[in-house]
């Protein structure tokens, strides 16, 4: 199996990598809502792939070239959210007590996990 | 389509120019090639006066992109499938309660300051990605692009700030700085943490999904 897909011209390697991760995101959506759960498809989906690589009904080179192709342009992919921004500049001065809201979150959320994740790690 | 290729070629000014910068530590954090293009784009859409509607429409492209990419996160956890599962106890821990300090404080000076209703909502799911904000906003009625846009934001300001803040902490075991980024700062925060290395990332990519399942969690016993 390995040299087949090794055979194959690389951007044909990237479709069927994306035709993959495209099936489990969409795997993932149609599994949330049939069960009315209230959770993110993708996130799901990305479970759902795991489980699938450890009991090998996909293989790692099946979708290694989308995956580290889509892994290394993730910061582009929020780019048309992020810009959302410029809806709500209308809230002028609020957005420097928004911006302390998240910065103190972020601050005491990474530095409890970074503390405690440190002292837990088995050398 | 000019808008699809102003936001790729945003984008890859910025990567380009963070090359550049490696000897500028402070400078390249900065320039993170997200911000940039964010600020880029969204300066020639209000020149322009160009509606975010217009615009959305225009990058749905890079968008849809969006899910599988989160999917793909699978990748980097599998190939470390190993090591991870020796160190669950760090990861599993360290995330759940980093995300549930940065959500109680995300929901509880909000209040303590007076901001509105819809504005607390919002920011309680900041400390989730992006996708997941939106959905959750269904469930706590905030307005998605709010929740969406303060979660981005959250990440980006993650990906600034919490590489040099854990580095005062004296967290430096990558395992640990790529747990607190993935727990607070989520996709952005794992973009950054996979330029510290795929251990960094991979342990990034676990605290973002671990993330989004507590937020959920919390949004789903508070509803």
Known sequence: ???????????????????????????????????????????????????????????LHWIEPAADGLLGILGLLFVPATVGAIQFLGAGA???????????????GAGVAGWLAGRLVRD | MIWFALTLLAFALGVVLQLHLQS??????????????????????????????TYTRATEPISAFLAPAVVALAVPL???????????RALLLGGAAGTLAGVALDTLLPRALGLSPDVQRALATAPATSP????????????????AT??????????????AFLTRLGVRHP???????????????????RE???????????????????????VAARG
């Open chain 1, 1 to 59: 199996m390995t040299s087949q897909t090794a055979a194959l011209p690389p951007a044909v390697r990237v479709v069927l990598g994306l035709g993959v991760l495209v099936g489990f995101a969409a795997l993932g959506e149609g599994l949330m809502r049939l069960l009315h759960w209230p959770l993110p498809g993708s996130v799901v989906g990305m479970v759902l792939l795991l489980l699938a690589l450890g009991s090998r009904v996909v293989r």
């Open chain 2, 78 to 88: 599998y190939r470390l499938r190993g090591l991870l599962a020796r160190q669950w």
């Open chain 1, 94 to 108: 609020e957005w420097g007590l928004w911006l302390l809201v998240m910065v103190a979150g972020l601050l005491l």
């Open chain 2, 175 to 193: 395992l640990a700085r790529g747990i607190a980024l993935g727990a607070v700062a989520h996709g952005i925060g794992t973009a950054r943490a």
């Open chain 2, 150 to 163: 303060l979660a981005v934001l959250s990440g980006l300001l993650g990906a600034l700030i919490l590489p």
């Open chain 2, 24 to 53: 500028r530590p402070l400078l390249r954090t900065l320039l993170n090639p997200t911000l940039l293009a964010t600020v880029l784009v969204g300066i020639v859409l209000l020149l322009t006066r160009t509606s975010y509607d």
């Open chain 2, 132 to 147: 997941v904000a939106l959905q959750l906003a269904d469930i706590t009625g905030a307005t998605p692009a709010l929740a």
């Open chain 2, 196 to 218: 510290e290395g795929e251990l960094t990332g991979a342990a990034s990519s676990i605290g973002m999904g671990l993330a989004a399942l507590v937020v959920t969690l919390v």
